[in-house]
Structures are given as structure tokens and as C-alpha cells.
């Protein structure tokens, strides 16, 4: 069994030098349907405190990918972008605050993505593994020297860098601000892009619908769920206080698809219904979390949170083709320390499976309504282990933009907190499909 699962090694003390070589704001190549002072509503899907973040993510591309007949991999992406911009104009715009602190997009006189290009003496292969996340790689992901963590305001929304190396290979770090679209729907703006780049003229397929009225809230707002996901708890157990005073480390392990498929037969669980193998290994990482973890009393109630996507889930009505703003909910599983480090894993994937299904059309919609009668300003971490799914974005797929898939696709920093677990798709596409499970838990091992 030790075989099913591997800890990927993260390259130790590197440093990438880079120098930037120009910055270029890039606007629509065209007409857009929105003129100075005129400005977009966003859900409050789109508007929850969760999602005002950039998503920075990189894509590396070896060398052989590029054909020196071809013109600079910066004008090509300049181009293309400039030219999707138009269909995708919402990303050229800027977020403001509007009544009440919610936000909306607002087109003035700061306007356009922005594309950075820089280059380093460094080859790829100096880089180390590029198949496992690297915190090291935050050089080649653009953040202004002045920039404040978490600022969304006042910021260009889509953010690029492209850096080429000695070797002839280059990356592309992006930042895609949360508040557009979630996962889904940015790989729907990458594909864009990328088959604009490929063919050299615009491509939308599906074409772009924004339409973030779809999820107005209800007038009166009506709050039919706990929503358990949302509330404050103070941490009245060891984990928190653990977590931090412990200085945990990023971990990455590789889960081979034969454990993934022994865990989800002996996870099944007794009431006759199916699990999935993500209820499955959602209930094992949470229950190994907190065993190595040693948290106590053994009576306290902690959470697990992670993202369902409730796009099936609408039908009164559908949600348009095209739609890429934010349609995601959290689920919550509750369970005491004693129920899970001594019960059985049959019994937390049952939880976890009931807290994914209960996400139907319903719950989306109190949800909206939760966030407009409360508005959350801040992240809850009490009691919680949050898990985020990525296993399901078509990373590399969705990023050829005429070179070739990515050697890698994906994000650079798998623990933004040390109370996050990241499920990542693997980043070699020609062999059967895994999990990387990064973990922030110290040294310990699932």
C-alpha cells in the first residue's frame, strides 16, 4: 500500500531571478457594450468574502514547444487577449464598492488587463520538479510592489506574466480575480484565449453570457438553511492553536487511482446508497488530519467545507450556455473528534456524501439571500478543514495556446492556510488519471 502513495518532493531554497522587460495594459480590440461610467452587477455568489482574491496559478511550456518562426510568445498573448476581451469585456473593467460595500465591475478611467513580461538567466531544468506546486515560483506570478494582501479593488482583473528562460522555455503565471468567475468558468475565459492565440482570430464556443442577475436575491430575502458554512466559532479545541504554533510545511503526495479505488469500496457506505471516490477521500483526509493532528476534547464539534458546483442543480430556470460567473456552494460536514478518529470511515463519507447532496437549487438560493441579509467580512477557519477540488478544471486542456499542452498546469502555493487541503489533477496527462493531495499538516502523512 506504501506504493499507492507518494510524497513529491518540492525543490528546497530556490531563487528565480527575473527582470522586467516591458508592461503593457491591454484593452478590447474592439466595440464593447459598456462606455465610461457605466458598470455590471455581481452576484452575491460572486460578491461572498471567499471569492474577493486573485486565483494565481503558472503554466510552464518547454522549449520545443515554440517555433522560432513565430512572432514573440508576449505579442502573441497580447493579441489574442486584446482580441477576447471584446466577447469577455467584463474582464477589462475594475471593481468598486457600491451601497452596502458590495461590489460591482465599473468601466472608467482605469480600464484593461495587463500583461508583464520579463525574462530569466535561469533554464527551466534549474527549476527543479515542475510537477509539484513550489511556493518558489511566486517570481514568475506578477503582484505590484504596493499591492495589499487580498486587494481587489481598483485592480486590473485579469493579471499575466510572461517570463522565458535561458533555455528557450517560458511560463505563464495569471491571477484571475475570484470575483468574474470560479473554476469552471475561468477555464471557459482560458480556452478562449488560448483557441484565439491557436487560430488567430477570436473564438467563443460557448459564447460568453454574463447575466449575474440570475442569482438577485429574493425580495423578502428567505434564509431556509442553518448555513453552518458561514457562522463564527471560536475554536474551543487544540486544532487552531496547533496549526499555527507548529509551523506546518507544504506537502504534496501523489495518490496512485488503485488506492483511490480500495478506499472508495471499503468507504461505501451501509445504507445501500454510493459515494463517490471525492466523498470518499474527502472523509479519509479529514479524519487523518485530525488524528495526526491529536486534537482534543474529544466532544468538540469541528467542520469540513468544500465547494460543490450547483450548476445542475438550477432549473427554474437553467442556467444560460456560456454562464462563467461564480456557481459554487459550500457544503459543511459536522462531526466531533471521538466520532471521527474512532468511528468508522463508512460513517464520515456518509456525512460527507449528505452535506454534498444537500446542495440542491434551494440551498443556492438561500445562500444568496444568507449573504445578502449578512454579508460575511472575514474567513472563518474555527474548528474547520476546508478542501478544494480541481481535479475536475481542464487545466491543461484549456491552455494551449498553439505550443502544446503545459508541462504543467496549475497553482504555485497549495496552502494559503495551513487549514486548506488542494485536490490537483496530475500534471501527466498521458498516464491514467491521480490525485495530488497537498496537505499542510507538518510531516504527517495521510
Not at 495594459?25 to 452587477?41: E, K, N, Q
Not at 470575483?179 to 471557459?188: E, K, P, R, S, V
Request: net charge negative; aromatic share 10%.
Amino acid at each position: 500500500m506504501a506504493s499507492w502513495i507518494q510524497e513529491l518532493q518540492i525543490p528546497p531554497h530556490l531563487n528565480i531571478p527575473i527582470t522586467i522587460d516591458n508592461v503593457t495594459t491591454i484593452t478590447p480590440a474592439g466595440p464593447i457594450p459598456a462606455g465610461f461610467g457605466d458598470c455590471l452587477y455581481l452576484s452575491n455568489l460572486d460578491d461572498v468574502i471567499g471569492a474577493r482574491v486573485f486565483t494565481p496559478t503558472v503554466y510552464f511550456y518547454a522549449s520545443n514547444s515554440f517555433s522560432s518562426d513565430q512572432k514573440p510568445v508576449g505579442k502573441i498573448l497580447c493579441d489574442a487577449l486584446s482580441g477576447v476581451l471584446v466577447p469577455y469585456y467584463p474582464f477589462s473593467g475594475r471593481l468598486r464598492e457600491a451601497q452596502n460595500g458590495k461590489l460591482e465591475v465599473y468601466f472608467g478611467s482605469k480600464q484593461g488587463a495587463l500583461i508583464v513580461e520579463a525574462h530569466s538567466e535561469m533554464a527551466l531544468s534549474d527549476l527543479g520538479d515542475l510537477t509539484v506546486p513550489n511556493p518558489a515560483w511566486a517570481p514568475l506570478v506578477h503582484r505590484a510592489p504596493d499591492e495589499e494582501p487580498y486587494q481587489v479593488l481598483d485592480m486590473p482583473l485579469v493579471i499575466a506574466q510572461v517570463t522565458t528562460f535561458s533555455c528557450g522555455g517560458f511560463s505563464l503565471g495569471l491571477r484571475i480575480c475570484h470575483c468574474l468567475c470560479d473554476g469552471l468558468g475561468a477555464m471557459q475565459f482560458m480556452a478562449a484565449w488560448a483557441a484565439t492565440a491557436r487560430t488567430g482570430t477570436v473564438v467563443t464556443s460557448p459564447v460568453p453570457c454574463w447575466n449575474r442577475e440570475y442569482f438577485r436575491p429574493r425580495n423578502p430575502p428567505m434564509v431556509e438553511f442553518p448555513h453552518i458554512e458561514f457562522m463564527s466559532i471560536d475554536d474551543g479545541s487544540t486544532l487552531t492553536s496547533t496549526i499555527w504554533k507548529a509551523k506546518p510545511v507544504q506537502k504534496c503526495y501523489k495518490v496512485s487511482g488503485e488506492f483511490q479505488a480500495q478506499l472508495k469500496r471499503s468507504a461505501q457506505p451501509l445504507d445501500g446508497g454510493t459515494c463517490t471516490t471525492f466523498d470518499a477521500m474527502a472523509a479519509h483526509v479529514w479524519r487523518s488530519w485530525v488524528k495526526a493532528l491529536q486534537v482534543t476534547p474529544c466532544d468538540y464539534k469541528l467542520r469540513l467545507t468544500f465547494s460543490v458546483n450547483a450548476r445542475q442543480k438550477l432549473s427554474d430556470p437553467p442556467l444560460k450556455e456560456g454562464f462563467y460567473g461564480n456557481v459554487v456552494c459550500l457544503a459543511c460536514v459536522t462531526s466531533t473528534v471521538s466520532q471521527l478518529i474512532e468511528g468508522r470511515l463508512k460513517e464520515t463519507t456518509r456525512s460527507v456524501r449528505e452535506a454534498r447532496l444537500e446542495i440542491s437549487e434551494e440551498y443556492v438560493r438561500s445562500t444568496v439571500d444568507y449573504i445578502e441579509v449578512n454579508r460575511p467580512r472575514r474567513l472563518e477557519f474555527g474548528g474547520k478543514l476546508t478542501i478544494t477540488q480541481w481535479t475536475r478544471f481542464s487545466m491543461y486542456e484549456s491552455a494551449d495556446f498553439g505550443w502544446g499542452r503545459p508541462i504543467y498546469a496549475g497553482p504555485i502555493d497549495i496552502t494559503p492556510t495551513p487549514q486548506l487541503c488542494v485536490l490537483l489533477p496530475d500534471c501527466d496527462f498521458l498516464l491514467p488519471r491521480t490525485l495530488d493531495l497537498p496537505i499542510g499538516i507538518g510531516e504527517e502523512r495521510l
